[in-house]
């Protein structure tokens, strides 16, 4: 299949450049912020934008997606509200890609939880807790009605169990950076990340996505001699920290700014 993750890969990849995909948490700090902040970073440059549903046990999220979680989830905001402010969004942004532990889905329903994306306009979405063995039924909901759902490929990850991870993945293989959870605290080791990309290329011609650890230009720069992508999270988040409506939109256009710059090729 191809949706709207893999139409904007094969874009960037023509404009000789690696997708720019940020990562916010809905709700934090409120949902006007975060519609503002969707806007700023389609008109930033972002290629596709993952959109966090705040749960309260992000097993992958390091203190400062968490915290961001912790924060939307005491405004109140549900999944409903995320999908209503996709509704709002998706005509005019980047490709919004929802990015959500299993347990609300499941609570949810499959099924209706892709009719409820779909509705709203999501261009796919990610789940980081659910095994390989236990995706089948999301993704084939997903991808019957057009979304897509990238997999994560851990740094552990065997060869052979990778191959068949990037064989079910669509949109795009994510590849995490490094073992442990999400932050930008630590830099990525390079030499084994290198490696593992090799690795992956020889086994998939689906596009590479690194995230975790990555928030300065001279790592996405990096990253973009062998990836396909770059996934920004926590540093983008404590970039608009404690602002709101158009300041926190203003922090965000200023950030990213050099890093989509970086994200060109040559």
């Known amino acids: ?90 005509a005019a942004s980047a490709p919004l890609l929802l990015f959500t532990y299993f347990n609300p889905i499941d609570r949810i329903g499959a099924e209706r939880f892709a009719d409820q994306a779909s509705a709203a306009g999501a261009a796919g979405a990610i789940v980081p807790d659910l095994a390989l063995e236990e995706s089948e039924e999301l993704r084939s909901a997903l991808h019957a009605r057009g979304l897509e759902m990238p997999l994560l490929v851990a740094p552990s990850t065997p060869r052979a169990r990778a191959q068949r991870i990037a064989e079910a993945a669509s949109g795009f293989v994510y590849v995490v950076s490094r073992l442990g959870v999400t932050g930008a605290g630590t830099t990525p080791d390079f030499a084994p990340l290198d490696a593992q990309l090799v690795m992956l290329r020889e086994v998939t011609n689906k596009p590479l996505a690194v995230g975790f650890g990555l928030s300065r230009p001279a790592q996405v720069r990096r990253v973009a001699a062998l990836a396909d992508g770059v996934v920004v999270g926590s540093a983008l988040i404590d970039a608009y920290a404690q602002a709101y409506g158009n300041e926190a939109a203003s922090r965000v256009s200023e950030f990213v700014g050099p890093l989509v710059a970086a994200a060109r090729r040559g």
């Open 1 to 90: 299949m191809s949706g709207r993750l893999s139409q904007a890969f094969e874009r960037a990849r023509l404009e000789r450049r690696v997708a720019f995909i940020p990562y916010i948490m809905a709700g934090d700090p409120d949902l006007a912020t975060t519609e503002a902040i969707v806007a700023a970073l389609s008109v930033a440059g972002a290629d596709t934008i993952e959109l966090g549903i705040p749960y309260s046990d992000p097993l992958a999220d390091g203190p400062t997606i968490a915290s961001a979680g912790a924060r939307a989830l005491a405004n109140g905001t549900k999944p409903a509200d995320v999908l209503a402010l996709v509704r709002r969004c998706s």
